[in-house]
């Protein structure tokens, strides 16, 4: 089904043929994947899907299966055999978490887990990714010649959609390539977007976010949201050196677990950048479960520390989540 024109990905994406393979596939926990919510008529970002959409797809999923907590999952007795089974995890930590997405969940009595990346909580520093796209989209830029810092020139399709989204990341790529937030040309990049789109970023960064102590301290006390860590800074994890990885790891799990009160036990590796080294120094730091991004369905099997999820955006056809799990399973993935 991969290579599929649209309008057959849309014929195969139904809920009757989801709840068909699901039956003959039970015992599958889909991990899904948002970042933040966007209120409807915002500036599009793959990563913040509308509200109202989200609404729409919780009601779809909820038809398709049964919504876990994280205590579920290390008890797949506990899991439904007759449908999916779905948790929902949010990545970063964005006041809009708390301002959209809550209530959301309150209506829908869902359950999610937020992993928060502890210290652009504490200091209410901006994710470099939203600067870039903010000034993209705020700016309505079909270019953006960033010869002078080491990048090159980038075309965005004028037309909002897949196709434009798709030059952004092309330069989200290449920015992620360079190295972490610190590395030189990535913070000269982003000292000069902040300088010369100033303004763009003065109207629309605020709601953009992170969440304050205060506010995960809130969302933590719902009985609905459970918290978990996006380690200390959002680096690459695999390329940090030894000390500072650990670092990473422990000061995130000790901010939030003196912040809520309760146990740190579960982590999302930050851009889903993991491996061997990485996923020993998160079993040291005392965490039971640490999810990558990609691959397919969570079963019972599955390592703890490299637990798949599939991520969901803000853009492209409401079809797609449904032809992508149908996908999963015609293709055998766990």
């Known amino acids: 089904m991969t290579f599929l024109p649209d309008c057959c990905k849309a014929a195969v994406s139904g809920e009757r043929l989801t709840k068909l393979l699901s039956r003959l596939r039970p015992g599958r926990v889909a991990v899904l994947m948002y970042h933040d919510l ?35 999952l290390s008890k797949p007795e506990t899991w439904s055999r007759r449908g999916l089974n779905f948790l929902l995890t949010f990545d970063d930590g964005y006041v809009n978490n708390l301002e959209l997405a809550v209530p959301v969940l309150e209506a829908h009595r869902i359950p999610a887990l937020f992993f928060i990346s502890t210290r652009h909580m504490q200091e209410q520093i901006h994710f470099w990714p939203d600067i870039v796209v903010t000034v993209i989209q705020a700016g309505r830029l079909s270019s953006l010649d960033l010869t002078d810092q080491g990048f090159g020139r980038f075309v965005f399709c004028a037309k909002e959609g897949p196709r434009r989204w798709d030059d952004i990341e092309r330069l989200l790529v290449a920015i992620k390539a360079r190295g972490n937030v610190d590395h030189p040309q990535v913070a000269m990049l982003l000292d000069h977007l902040r300088r010369a789109y100033a303004h763009f970023l003065a109207e629309h960064l605020e709601r953009l976010r992170p969440l304050k102590p205060e506010e995960v301290r809130k969302l933590a006390a719902n009985p609905l949201c459970h918290i978990g860590s996006h380690a200390h800074q959002h680096d690459v994890l695999t390329r940090l050196p030894d000390a500072a990885l650990a670092h990473s790891l422990a000061q995130s799990k000790r901010i939030l677990e003196d912040l809520t009160g309760s146990p740190v036990t579960d982590l999302a590796y930050p851009d889903g950048a993991w491996d061997e080294r990485v996923a020993a120094a998160v079993a040291v730091v005392g965490y039971e479960r640490a999810f990558r991004v990609g691959g397919g369905f969570m079963t019972p099997d599955c390592p703890s520390l490299a637990l798949p999820r599939l991520g969901i955006g803000g853009i492209g056809p409401s079809w797609l989540t449904g032809y992508t799990l149908n996908r999963l399973f015609v293709a055998g993935k766990r």
């Open 38 to 72: 966007r209120p409807d008529g915002d500036f599009d970002n793959w990563l913040r899907v509308e509200v109202s959409a989200f609404a729409g797809q919780l009601a779809a999923l909820r038809r398709l299966g049964t919504f876990l907590s994280p205590k579920h």
